[in-house]
């Protein structure tokens, strides 16, 4: 599976127009940031270890040293809560994340993950610890809409 995973990634770097179609890449996930996922990777040092990145499509994190504003004047890290939340989410077993028809941010394929039923991102959204990426879709724009409305993670 290791090996699959590999030439996958060596196939999605080196020859972009062999994964305009969707790809499929699975295994245990560790959560870089916010937004990015190391799929088939361990957890050392409190970091990832031995994976392929994957950026979660339509969504916006925070990066990890960033702190934000709440109503009532403080600062949370919120950057660090949505990396956080993103592990949790993980916790449970294998993900399985779909590669958006070639689509990359940064050199990074953008994907999305489920872990069971959930959607990674969407999850992420409805806690607050994430924003729509209204530029790449409208997918999750309900979601933020509720998570404003309750005053959840970013909208605190």
Not at 86 to 110: E, M, N
Not at 123 to 130: D, N, R, S, Y
Request: proline content about 3%; aromatic content about 6%.
């Amino acid at each position: 599976m290791r090996c699959l995973l590999v030439f996958a990634a060596v196939v999605a770097v080196w020859w972009p127009a062999a994964v305009s179609a969707d790809a499929i890449i699975s295994g245990r996930g560790c959560a870089v940031d916010g937004n990015t996922i190391q799929v088939g990777s361990k957890l050392k040092d409190d970091k990832c270890w031995g994976g392929i990145n994957v950026r979660l499509h339509g969504i916006i994190a925070r990066e990890l040293d960033e702190h934000c504003p709440t109503s009532d004047g403080n600062h949370w890290p919120c950057g660090r809560a949505a990396r956080f939340s993103l592990a949790q989410l993980l916790k449970p077993r294998s993900i399985t994340c779909y590669h958006i028809d070639g689509a990359f941010k940064d050199d990074v394929p953008l994907v999305t993950c489920l872990s069971g039923r959930k959607d990674l991102a969407l999850e992420m959204v409805l806690q607050g610890v994430a924003e729509a990426a209204h530029d790449e879709s409208k997918r999750y724009e309900l979601q933020e809409a509720d998570a404003k409305a309750a005053k959840r993670g970013l909208w605190k």
